[in-house]
Nanobody, 121 residues
């Protein structure tokens, strides 16, 4: 099983980025998927969850700005990030599990290695 994130980049306050995650060795649609992040010097935190019934959950800090989605045909999951703020700077991780419903507070079975989002002035 392999999850590979891409799309991390430098961004300015108010800017947008789209993160992508490609899965191999397992089918993303078989369970929940999510994005987590670890800001510099801080603990990892849940950002967005997408359950198998297409229910989504977001951290309060990103509600209204981030959107998680998936393309089952391509076996990929995405995160659109708009109106970004300096506190969004972090390594972002894609994750997946075999459960239908997952939590922002708990880890998942499969993890990518992360993609870095940093801010430029």
């Amino acid at each position: 099983v392999q999850l590979v994130e891409s799309g991390g980049d430098f961004v300015q306050p108010g800017g947008s980025l789209r993160l992508s995650c490609a899965a191999s060795g397992y089918t993303l649609s078989s369970g929940c998927v999510g994005w987590f992040r670890q800001p510099p010097g801080k603990e990892r935190e849940g950002v967005a969850i997408l359950d198998t019934d297409d229910t989504t959950r977001y951290a309060d800090s990103v509600k209204g700005r981030f959107t998680i989605s998936k393309d089952n045909a391509k076996n990929m999951v995405y995160q659109q990030m708009n109106n970004m703020m300096p506190e969004d700077a972090a390594v972002y991780y894609c994750a997946g599990d075999l459960y239908a419903h997952c939590s922002l507070r708990h880890g998942m079975k499969h993890w990518g290695k992360g993609t870095l989002v940093t801010f430029s002035s």
